[in-house]
């Protein structure tokens, strides 16, 4: 099955500074790559995705990267703000499948 | 109907005991799903439903773990001889066959077991 790597398990990084999270998966069926972001204690909410037919897409201070030679893709959260520390999960589904599997997390701490 | 539902938010439960937890999808959503989060842990998927059809169970949904989805609105998640290893936060996420799959995930706020 799927297997999805998330790196680094813990980013601390200054106000206004750019955070990236990288992300593998094993399956090069897979399509479909959503974000989450889990406060502690909350549901996961997703806050950005990429389809396999493009290799970046951008929201605002937000944006995702695919590589799909390399099996990889990234976050990339620009200008941080103190409510963007949260945990962040990358995820992988495969077409055809509806489940999505999840990276492991990455838990993002803006320093004031 | 402002999103996933689930009931209840906190149970604890003494090893053995069986459990039962309840999930209210968003009303137009015909997919319902189960996760399993554990600490420090990435969602695992255990199981999903379109309409009321169980389409795929995960090898980690043992026999002592069952879900359904009677009418294909909400579901139940059960879980029987609870073992202290269940101790985790159970997810229930919906979505609708017009998104393209896996797109418009929306999780509930989930159910924290502990057993004791």
């Known amino acids: 099955g799927e297997n999805v790597e998330q790196h680094p398990s813990t980013l601390s990084v200054q106000e206004g500074d750019s955070a990236v999270i990288k992300c593998t998966y094993s399956?090069?069926?897979?399509?479909?790559f959503p974000w989450y972001k889990q406060e502690l204690g909350k549901r996961p909410q997703l806050i950005i995705d990429i389809r396999s037919n493009v290799g970046e897409k951008k929201d605002q201070r937000i944006a995702v990267t695919l590589n799909k030679t390399a099996k990889h893709f990234s976050l990339h959260i620009t200008e941080t703000q103190p409510e963007d520390s949260a945990v962040y999960f990358c995820a992988a589904s495969v077409f055809g499948n509806e489940k999505l599997t999840f990276g492991t997390g990455t838990r993002l701490t803006i320093i004031p | 109907d402002t999103g996933v539902s689930q009931d209840p938010r906190h149970k604890i439960t003494k090893r053995g005991q069986n459990v039962t937890f309840r999930c209210d999808p968003i009303?137009?959503?015909?997919?319902l799903y189960w996760y399993r989060q554990t600490l420090g842990q990435g969602p695992e998927f255990l199981t999903y439903?379109?309409?009321?059809?169980?389409?795929?169970k995960s090898r980690l949904l043992s026999d002592r773990f069952s879900a359904e989805r009677p009418k294909g609105s909400f579901s139940t998640l059960e879980i029987q001889r609870t073992e202290q290893g269940d101790s985790a936060m159970y997810l229930c996420?919906?979505?609708?066959?017009?998104?393209?799959?896996?797109?418009?995930?929306?999780f509930g706020s989930g159910t924290r077991l502990t057993v004791v």
């Open positions: 009303s137009e959503h015909n997919r």
């Open positions: 439903f379109q309409n009321e059809a169980q389409l795929e």
């Open positions: 996420a919906s979505s609708s066959t017009r998104a393209m799959r896996g797109d418009g995930y929306t």
């Open positions: 399956d090069s069926a897979s399509n479909y």
